[in-house]
């Protein structure tokens, strides 16, 4: 260990958090549409102009044919799986380390999630890596853009491609990414998008659907309506569904974030840069790792910590910025997602283990030896809170937390 070259103590700054304004771009536009919904007295999106304006603006802008709301993040993924309409038994090939949202809407509409490994330097599933997973009961894949960094879609997609299977992008963290001049979420089958409070636009709890499909589209729109059939010569309730729609008061908002979108993603992309330039060469650090000719939008910024150069590794770096008022994940999710108990010990439907009782056992061998790039990922990640409102000495402020717990630490 060396010793600090530190003589003052360090100044402290209070970094702009997505959990309250200082981190958001709520303002008065967002108060002024909510205002009009309210005045208009119709909140539900089934009569309401908003969450329609909300769809169209946001198909145009990922020039797609369609585009349904829904409650949340997990719903709008919920209605895709719904769309794809697994039998049950059938796998759905998804990525180790993501959010549960995208994976007990599987469970729910019957199908067994199948986890492939990621590459340990983008945390993200690849072509190899799905394709180890692959049997005669895959029904779809399921990637995540983790952080805002795009997978390797043109492999995955030939892969899918090659076996039939349906393609949804997970694209919760990744607002505006574009793998080679195409926007994730418009290149699989299905995208999925959330408006959480710490998502990229928020409205609280929101989520978003995109496809080009008709027939996959009708499906969650069905999904999102307790699949009863508005406007049809002799409408039903065609099968089982939710109601999983937004109000207009989120259509509002989310209509006024739309529009700042654009800004955010600027604003996060140049000081992710700005962070990037500052860190480089630094003994046991690697900045993000972004395929050439695509653009990360920065959810987080994750560092990648080599233990064999820095002491204690991610978690002995983790706490020391956050001595310095960063509150930052080492280790992002601690876990691989099938280690949590509902994969783990299949809590699902009363004592019934279902859908588990179909699965083939393969599909839910969970041993390490499967998961190597996983553990290495979870082991080595160090996940920084990133905004749209850090300024150039907020980014300065976390480089220089870093260079000082790098020098404390190195080995
Ligand atoms: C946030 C998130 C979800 C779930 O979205 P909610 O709006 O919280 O339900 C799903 N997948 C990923 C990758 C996420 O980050």
Redesign the pocket.
Known sequence: MKQSTLEAKPKVITLPSDQEASGRTLGEEEIALVADAIRSGTLTSTKGKYVKKLEDEFAALYGVKHCHAAA??????HCAIAAINPEPGDEIITTSI?????LTPMVYQGAIPVFADVDPKTYNVTAETIAERISDRTKAIMV???FGNPCDMDPIMDLARKHGIKVIE????AFLTEYKGRKVGAIGDIG?F???Q??HITTG???LVISNDDELARHVYLFVNKAWGYGDPKPDHYFAALNYRLTELQGAVAVAQLAKLEGVVDSRSTRAEELTRQLIGLPGIETPEILPGCTHTY?KYCVNVDPSVIEGGTVALGAFIRERGIACAPRYIQKPAYCCQVFSEQVTFGDSRWPFTLARPEAVDYSDENFQGTLQALAHVLVLPWNEKYESHHVDFIAEAIRDGVEQLAK
């Open positions: 949340s993040g997990s719903a709008a993924l993501t959010d549960m949202g995208a995540t853009h983790l997970d694209c919760a963290q999925c959330s408006m959480q710490g998502k709890e929101g989520g959810w």
